[in-house]
Each structure stands twice: as C-alpha cells, then as structure tokens.
C-alpha cells in the first residue's frame, strides 16, 4: 500500500497570504490528523477529520481551517499567515482511531517572509 | 492536562551498545503509547505501538515497555548502529485521536 503523501512538499509565502496544503492518507484510512511541528513548540495537535466531520481540535486560531472529502483527502487551510505559522505541518492517517496506529505522511515545510 | 516528558534529551553512544530512552506522562488515562523516529526535516516513522492493557511490544531489536499506573514508558534499542541515529518521539492517546507527544531525545551513534 502506498503510505501518506502530502503536497505541497515546500511552500514559501509572504505574510498575509493564505495557504492550502493536502493530505492523501493510506487506502482505506477514514481518520486524517493534522499536526505542527516548530522547534520552539514541539509538536501540536491542530485537528482530526473522521468521515468528513471534524472530531476534534487543537488550540489554534481560527485562521487554521480544515476538511475532509469523500474519499478521505483532506486538505488544511491557512488564511493570513503569520510569520510564526512557518513549521513543518504533518498529517497522519489511521483506520480505527484511537486504538490503531497513526501513521505519518512527509510534511509541508512551510515558510513564511 | 496530559504532560509527556522524554529524558535524555540528547544521547550519544559508540555502536553496538545496548540503550534505554524514557518517556512519562502524567495521565494514566491513555488509549495508547506509540514511538516513533523522525530523521532530520522528514515525518514520523512509527516504531511501536503499546495499547493501554499490553506491557511490551517488540520489533526486531526494538523493544518497547508500558508501565501506566506509574506513567512511564521506555523504548530499548539493541546493538545499536549508525542508522540508529534520529530523534525519537513518544505519544500518547486518550479517548480521542489526538497524539500529546513529548520533546523528543536526539540519539547519535557513532561508527
């Protein structure tokens, strides 16, 4: 099976813009989570998207949006980006949450000038 | 609030030693415990997965224990080699899919 792929890989944008990036989790995967990672913060939790609904949600601002399609896709959105949204943004799939194993996709890196 | 803490938080051994990486949490309200290597500017590779009613799980030379009355967890690395080298992650799940990982521990073996 192929394993999570994210695109963008990198991205640069300016402060102000706006982002979207993608997530294709593993065939057969109905759970996608989205997460940043910045040295100074560590790894955080944004949100998780299970058959297209929202489940849960980070402490985030409402500038981080997400959804999820039909055939499990999601994609993550970033309206007026900040120069501390620039991170690494990862996104893990799993089958039956919270029991099953989370696995992750390569990342967007993210850089905003 | 879920804390997960991850000691050393760097290490560095010749190869072929034998090493132990701790994590502990505070709540012992957890669905799981999963480890994972992140090599440098690239995602997670999981490693393990602990379910809250297991003790151990082992995976080649990785062997990974769940201690969840005292909030602990190790990951115990065989004969370690230069590929061993990464930051390793512990986190852990409650009720939700939501991943509360710890800092990390950047293990460098050298040749």
């Known amino acids: 099976k192929a394993g999570v792929t994210q695109t963008p890989r990198y991205l640069i944008k300016t402060r102000g813009q706006q982002v979207t990036l993608s997530c294709s989790p593993i065939?057969?995967?109905?759970?996608v989570s989205w997460y940043q990672q910045t040295p100074g913060q560590g790894l955080q939790f944004l949100f998780e998207y299970f058959s297209e609904t929202q489940r849960n949600k980070g402490n985030f601002p409402g500038r981080f949006s997400g959804r999820q399609f039909s055939n499990s896709r999601s994609e993550m959105n970033v309206s007026t980006l900040e120069l501390g949204d620039s991170a690494l943004y990862l996104c893990a799939s799993s089958q039956s949450p919270p029991q099953e194993t989370q696995y992750f996709g390569p990342g967007t890196r993210l850089l905003v000038l | 609030k879920q804390e997960v803490t991850q000691i050393p938080a760097a290490l560095s051994v010749p190869e072929g030693e034998n090493l132990v990486l701790n994590c502990s949490f505070t709540d012992s309200a957890i669905y799981n415990l999963q480890w994972f290597r992140q090599d440098p500017g690239k995602g997670l590779t999981s490693l393990l997965l602990i379910q809250s009613s297991q003790r151990e799980q082992t995976s080649g030379r990785l062997n990974a224990s769940l201690d969840k009355s005292s909030g602990r967890s190790t990951l115990y690395i065989a004969a370690s080699q230069p590929g061993d080298s990464a930051t390793y992650l512990c986190a852990v799940s409650g009720a939700t899919n939501k991943l509360i990982f710890g800092t990390g521990t950047l293990l460098a073996v050298q040749p």
């Open positions: 065939s057969g995967h109905r759970s």
